[in-house]
Protein backbone atom coordinates (compact mmCIF):
# COMPACT_ATOMS: atom_id res chain seq x y z
CA UNK A 1 0.00 0.00 0.00
CA UNK A 2 3.03 2.63 0.88
CA UNK A 3 4.52 1.42 -2.13
CA UNK A 4 0.84 2.39 -4.10
CA UNK A 5 1.27 6.11 -2.27
CA UNK A 6 4.74 6.57 -3.15
CA UNK A 7 4.18 5.73 -7.06
CA UNK A 8 0.60 8.32 -6.84
CA UNK A 9 3.07 11.07 -5.11
CA UNK A 10 6.03 10.67 -7.55
CA UNK A 11 3.47 11.19 -10.52
CA UNK A 12 1.20 14.16 -8.67
CA UNK A 13 5.34 15.60 -8.67
CA UNK A 14 5.56 15.07 -12.32
CA UNK A 15 2.22 16.53 -13.40
CA UNK A 16 3.12 19.72 -10.95
CA UNK A 17 6.75 19.96 -12.54
CA UNK A 18 5.37 20.20 -16.35
CA UNK A 19 2.56 22.40 -15.17
CA UNK A 20 5.04 24.39 -14.19
CA UNK A 21 6.52 24.78 -18.24
CA UNK A 22 2.90 26.30 -18.74
CA UNK A 23 2.01 30.04 -19.03
CA UNK A 24 -0.14 31.36 -15.95
CA UNK A 25 -3.76 31.49 -16.75
CA UNK A 26 -4.93 34.49 -15.29
CA UNK A 27 -9.23 35.86 -15.21
CA UNK A 28 -8.36 38.17 -18.26
CA UNK A 29 -6.54 35.39 -20.67
CA UNK A 30 -10.34 33.15 -19.47
CA UNK A 31 -12.18 36.19 -20.80
CA UNK A 32 -10.42 36.42 -23.76
CA UNK A 33 -10.55 32.79 -24.57
CA UNK A 34 -14.49 33.08 -24.47
CA UNK A 35 -15.21 36.25 -26.38
CA UNK A 36 -12.39 34.67 -29.50
CA UNK A 37 -14.82 31.33 -28.86
CA UNK A 38 -17.70 33.24 -29.48
CA UNK A 39 -16.50 35.32 -31.92
CA UNK A 40 -15.47 32.52 -34.20
CA UNK A 41 -18.99 30.34 -33.21
CA UNK A 42 -20.94 33.34 -34.43
CA UNK A 43 -18.81 33.92 -37.19
CA UNK A 44 -19.56 29.94 -38.21
CA UNK A 45 -23.16 30.51 -37.34
CA UNK A 46 -23.31 33.72 -39.92
CA UNK A 47 -21.13 31.96 -42.64
CA UNK A 48 -23.44 28.85 -42.46
CA UNK A 49 -26.64 30.85 -43.33
CA UNK A 50 -25.20 32.11 -46.24
CA UNK A 51 -24.05 31.65 -49.59
CA UNK A 52 -20.38 32.22 -48.21
CA UNK A 53 -20.38 28.52 -46.94
CA UNK A 54 -20.15 27.52 -50.03
CA UNK A 55 -17.67 29.54 -51.11
CA UNK A 56 -16.10 29.06 -47.94
CA UNK A 57 -15.62 25.14 -48.85
CA UNK A 58 -14.24 25.88 -52.17
CA UNK A 59 -11.35 27.47 -50.21
CA UNK A 60 -10.84 25.01 -47.93
CA UNK A 61 -10.33 22.49 -51.11
CA UNK A 62 -7.52 24.80 -52.48
CA UNK A 63 -6.08 25.07 -49.10
CA UNK A 64 -6.10 21.06 -48.75
CA UNK A 65 -4.65 20.84 -52.19
CA UNK A 66 -1.59 23.47 -51.13
CA UNK A 67 -1.37 21.64 -48.03
CA UNK A 68 -0.77 18.74 -50.27
CA UNK A 69 1.87 20.55 -52.44
CA UNK A 70 3.41 21.32 -49.39
CA UNK A 71 3.91 17.82 -48.51
CA UNK A 72 4.33 16.32 -51.66
CA UNK A 73 7.11 18.97 -52.31
CA UNK A 74 5.85 20.54 -55.79
CA UNK A 75 8.08 23.45 -55.49
CA UNK A 76 6.14 24.67 -58.88
CA UNK A 77 2.83 24.60 -57.43
CA UNK A 78 3.98 26.23 -54.47
CA UNK A 79 5.90 28.93 -55.72
CA UNK A 80 2.89 30.09 -58.18
CA UNK A 81 0.44 30.01 -54.28
CA UNK A 82 3.14 31.80 -52.56
CA UNK A 83 2.68 34.64 -55.91
CA UNK A 84 -0.64 34.89 -56.10
CA UNK A 85 -1.45 35.45 -52.37
CA UNK A 86 -1.59 38.67 -51.97
CA UNK A 87 -4.02 38.41 -54.97
CA UNK A 88 -6.00 35.95 -53.34
CA UNK A 89 -6.92 38.35 -50.50
CA UNK A 90 -7.81 41.14 -52.87
CA UNK A 91 -10.00 39.03 -54.71
CA UNK A 92 -11.80 37.05 -51.38
CA UNK A 93 -12.46 40.63 -50.14
CA UNK A 94 -14.31 41.17 -53.72
CA UNK A 95 -15.87 37.63 -53.78
CA UNK A 96 -17.65 37.67 -50.17
CA UNK A 97 -18.17 41.46 -50.72
CA UNK A 98 -22.45 41.06 -50.37
CA UNK A 99 -22.38 38.64 -47.19
CA UNK A 100 -19.58 41.19 -45.66
CA UNK A 101 -21.71 44.28 -45.97
CA UNK A 102 -24.78 41.80 -44.86
CA UNK A 103 -22.74 41.08 -41.98
CA UNK A 104 -21.78 44.89 -41.04
CA UNK A 105 -25.32 46.14 -41.63
CA UNK A 106 -27.06 42.82 -39.30
CA UNK A 107 -24.49 43.79 -36.60
CA UNK A 108 -25.48 47.40 -36.51
CA UNK A 109 -28.85 46.50 -36.54
CA UNK A 110 -28.79 44.44 -33.65
CA UNK A 111 -28.62 44.58 -29.52
CA UNK A 112 -25.82 42.14 -28.92
CA UNK A 113 -26.29 41.91 -25.09
CA UNK A 114 -29.99 40.61 -26.25
CA UNK A 115 -28.94 38.52 -28.64
CA UNK A 116 -25.97 36.72 -26.44
CA UNK A 117 -27.96 36.71 -23.15
CA UNK A 118 -31.37 35.75 -23.01
CA UNK A 119 -32.11 32.25 -23.27
CA UNK A 120 -36.31 32.40 -24.32
CA UNK A 121 -38.49 30.59 -27.30
CA UNK A 122 -38.96 33.92 -28.98
CA UNK A 123 -36.69 33.12 -32.05
CA UNK A 124 -37.71 33.80 -35.79
CA UNK A 125 -39.54 30.03 -37.01
CA UNK A 126 -38.32 28.88 -40.48
CA UNK A 127 -40.66 25.21 -39.49
CA UNK A 128 -43.61 25.11 -40.35
CA UNK A 129 -47.31 23.98 -39.51
CA UNK A 130 -49.74 21.38 -40.71
CA UNK A 131 -52.20 24.05 -41.58
CA UNK A 132 -49.34 25.85 -43.63
CA UNK A 133 -48.92 22.82 -45.43
CA UNK A 134 -52.51 22.61 -46.20
CA UNK A 135 -52.81 26.24 -47.41
CA UNK A 136 -49.78 25.64 -49.73
CA UNK A 137 -50.71 22.79 -51.59
CA UNK A 138 -54.64 24.40 -51.91
CA UNK A 139 -53.11 27.39 -53.29
CA UNK A 140 -50.63 25.23 -56.11
CA UNK A 141 -53.49 23.58 -57.06
CA UNK A 142 -55.98 25.87 -57.16
CA UNK A 143 -53.67 27.74 -59.03
CA UNK A 144 -52.74 25.08 -61.23
CA UNK A 145 -56.58 24.22 -62.72
CA UNK A 146 -56.98 27.36 -63.99
CA UNK A 147 -52.88 27.95 -65.76
CA UNK A 148 -52.13 30.40 -63.09
CA UNK A 149 -48.13 30.64 -63.43
CA UNK A 150 -46.71 30.13 -59.44
CA UNK A 151 -43.21 30.55 -57.92
CA UNK A 152 -42.79 29.40 -54.36
CA UNK A 153 -39.57 29.59 -52.82
CA UNK A 154 -39.74 27.74 -48.78
CA UNK A 155 -36.82 29.03 -47.00
CA UNK A 156 -34.91 26.13 -44.91
CA UNK A 157 -31.64 26.44 -42.85
CA UNK A 158 -29.96 29.16 -46.21
CA UNK A 159 -31.13 32.58 -45.25
CA UNK A 160 -33.18 33.98 -48.30
CA UNK A 161 -32.70 37.61 -47.01
CA UNK A 162 -30.57 38.97 -50.10
CA UNK A 163 -33.58 37.81 -52.40
CA UNK A 164 -36.31 39.11 -50.10
CA UNK A 165 -34.41 42.41 -50.73
CA UNK A 166 -34.97 42.17 -54.34
CA UNK A 167 -38.53 41.88 -53.84
CA UNK A 168 -41.95 43.76 -52.11
CA UNK A 169 -42.25 43.05 -48.13
CA UNK A 170 -45.46 41.22 -47.43
CA UNK A 171 -45.38 39.54 -43.94
CA UNK A 172 -48.86 37.94 -43.65
CA UNK A 173 -49.94 34.54 -42.63
CA UNK A 174 -49.65 32.17 -45.40
CA UNK A 175 -53.38 31.28 -46.35
CA UNK A 176 -54.00 29.91 -49.83
CA UNK A 177 -56.16 33.23 -50.60
CA UNK A 178 -53.18 35.09 -50.13
CA UNK A 179 -51.09 33.33 -52.90
CA UNK A 180 -53.85 33.24 -55.17
CA UNK A 181 -54.51 36.90 -54.89
CA UNK A 182 -50.63 37.25 -55.07
CA UNK A 183 -50.08 35.50 -58.35
CA UNK A 184 -54.03 36.19 -60.26
CA UNK A 185 -53.19 37.77 -63.60
CA UNK A 186 -52.73 41.77 -63.95
CA UNK A 187 -51.74 42.58 -60.15
CA UNK A 188 -49.03 44.53 -59.14
CA UNK A 189 -47.84 41.63 -57.29
CA UNK A 190 -47.82 38.54 -59.61
CA UNK A 191 -44.47 38.74 -61.86
CA UNK A 192 -41.45 37.21 -59.75
CA UNK A 193 -41.35 34.79 -56.45
CA UNK A 194 -42.98 34.59 -53.48
CA UNK A 195 -40.64 33.66 -50.69
CA UNK A 196 -42.48 31.86 -47.43
CA UNK A 197 -40.38 31.47 -44.03
CA UNK A 198 -42.15 29.66 -41.45
CA UNK A 199 -45.67 30.08 -41.23
CA UNK A 200 -45.30 33.49 -42.99
CA UNK A 201 -45.31 34.89 -46.48
CA UNK A 202 -42.17 37.24 -46.25
CA UNK A 203 -42.01 39.09 -49.71
CA UNK A 204 -43.57 38.94 -53.33
CA UNK A 205 -42.05 40.32 -56.27
CA UNK A 206 -38.66 39.00 -56.03
CA UNK A 207 -36.32 38.05 -58.52
CA UNK A 208 -33.99 34.95 -58.44
CA UNK A 209 -30.80 33.67 -60.07
CA UNK A 210 -31.36 31.74 -63.31
CA UNK A 211 -29.72 28.14 -63.63
CA UNK A 212 -27.26 27.87 -66.16
CA UNK A 213 -27.34 23.91 -66.31
CA UNK A 214 -28.06 23.02 -70.16
CA UNK A 215 -29.53 19.76 -69.03
CA UNK A 216 -32.83 21.60 -68.20
CA UNK A 217 -35.37 20.75 -70.87
CA UNK A 218 -36.07 23.28 -73.18
CA UNK A 219 -39.25 22.91 -72.67
CA UNK A 220 -39.26 24.36 -69.52
CA UNK A 221 -39.23 28.20 -69.39
CA UNK A 222 -37.93 31.16 -67.29
CA UNK A 223 -39.83 30.40 -64.36
CA UNK A 224 -38.47 26.64 -63.86
CA UNK A 225 -34.96 28.00 -64.77
CA UNK A 226 -35.42 30.20 -61.55
CA UNK A 227 -36.53 27.88 -59.52
CA UNK A 228 -33.50 25.80 -59.93
CA UNK A 229 -31.09 28.42 -59.73
CA UNK A 230 -32.18 29.51 -56.35
CA UNK A 231 -32.16 25.60 -55.35
CA UNK A 232 -28.53 25.42 -56.71
CA UNK A 233 -27.10 28.24 -54.21
CA UNK A 234 -29.54 27.29 -51.59
CA UNK A 235 -31.39 24.55 -49.93
CA UNK A 236 -34.70 25.77 -50.24
CA UNK A 237 -37.58 23.99 -51.98
CA UNK A 238 -39.54 25.41 -54.92
CA UNK A 239 -43.09 25.19 -56.06
CA UNK A 240 -43.74 25.96 -59.62
CA UNK A 241 -46.88 26.22 -61.71
CA UNK A 242 -46.88 26.66 -65.17
CA UNK A 243 -48.32 28.68 -66.82
CA UNK A 244 -48.62 27.28 -70.28
CA UNK A 245 -49.75 23.45 -68.69
CA UNK A 246 -50.49 24.37 -65.15
CA UNK A 247 -47.96 21.41 -64.39
CA UNK A 248 -46.96 21.56 -60.92
CA UNK A 249 -43.32 20.81 -59.97
CA UNK A 250 -41.45 20.81 -57.10
CA UNK A 251 -37.53 21.81 -57.40
CA UNK A 252 -34.22 21.12 -54.36
CA UNK A 253 -30.78 20.48 -54.62
CA UNK A 254 -31.46 21.79 -58.22
CA UNK A 255 -33.18 18.95 -59.56
CA UNK A 256 -37.07 19.16 -60.69
CA UNK A 257 -39.45 17.00 -59.82
CA UNK A 258 -43.00 16.66 -61.76
CA UNK A 259 -45.79 16.66 -59.04
CA UNK A 260 -49.19 13.93 -60.50
CA UNK A 261 -51.63 15.23 -57.46
CA UNK A 262 -51.92 17.21 -54.13
CA UNK A 263 -51.21 14.35 -52.10
CA UNK A 264 -47.98 14.18 -53.23
CA UNK A 265 -47.48 17.40 -53.00
CA UNK A 266 -47.91 17.57 -49.32
CA UNK A 267 -46.21 14.25 -48.39
CA UNK A 268 -43.24 15.96 -49.53
CA UNK A 269 -43.77 19.55 -47.92
CA UNK A 270 -44.41 17.52 -44.76
CA UNK A 271 -41.65 15.54 -44.98
CA UNK A 272 -39.59 18.52 -44.90
CA UNK A 273 -41.52 20.06 -42.01
CA UNK A 274 -40.56 16.63 -40.19
CA UNK A 275 -36.82 17.24 -41.10
CA UNK A 276 -37.00 20.99 -39.57
CA UNK A 277 -38.86 20.09 -36.62
CA UNK A 278 -36.38 17.44 -35.48
CA UNK A 279 -33.44 19.56 -36.33
CA UNK A 280 -34.83 22.16 -33.64
CA UNK A 281 -34.28 20.04 -31.10
CA UNK A 282 -30.83 19.66 -30.90
CA UNK A 283 -30.73 23.99 -31.12
CA UNK A 284 -32.94 25.69 -28.81
CA UNK A 285 -30.54 27.61 -25.86
CA UNK A 286 -28.89 30.13 -27.87
CA UNK A 287 -30.46 32.70 -30.22
CA UNK A 288 -28.01 32.78 -32.48
CA UNK A 289 -28.62 28.86 -33.12
CA UNK A 290 -30.05 27.53 -35.84
CA UNK A 291 -33.89 28.94 -36.20
CA UNK A 292 -35.61 25.71 -36.61
CA UNK A 293 -38.63 25.45 -34.08
CA UNK A 294 -42.08 24.85 -34.99
CA UNK A 295 -44.46 27.46 -33.93
CA UNK A 296 -48.19 27.38 -33.42
CA UNK A 297 -50.44 30.09 -35.35
Not at 71 to 87: D, F, M, Q
Not at 88 to 110: D, N, Y
Not at 167 to 189: K, R, W
Not at 206 to 227: E, F, V
Request: with cysteine; net charge neutral; hydrophobic share 45%.
Amino acid sequence: MAGIFHDFGTMFHGLRSWLSFLPRITVGNLIEIIIIASLVYFALLWIKSTRAWYLLRGLAMILAFTLVAAIARWNTILWIVEKSGAIAVTALVIIFQPELRKALEELGSKNLISEILPFDDSMENRGFTERTVNELVRATFEMAKVKTGALIVIERNVSLGEIERTGIEIDGLVTSQLLINIFEHNTPLHDGAVVVRGNRVTAATCYLPLSDNMMISKDLGTRHRAAVGISEITDSVTVVVSEETGRVSLVEGGRLRRIEDAETLKEALSAMEEQEVSGSSRFRIWKGKRKNERKAD
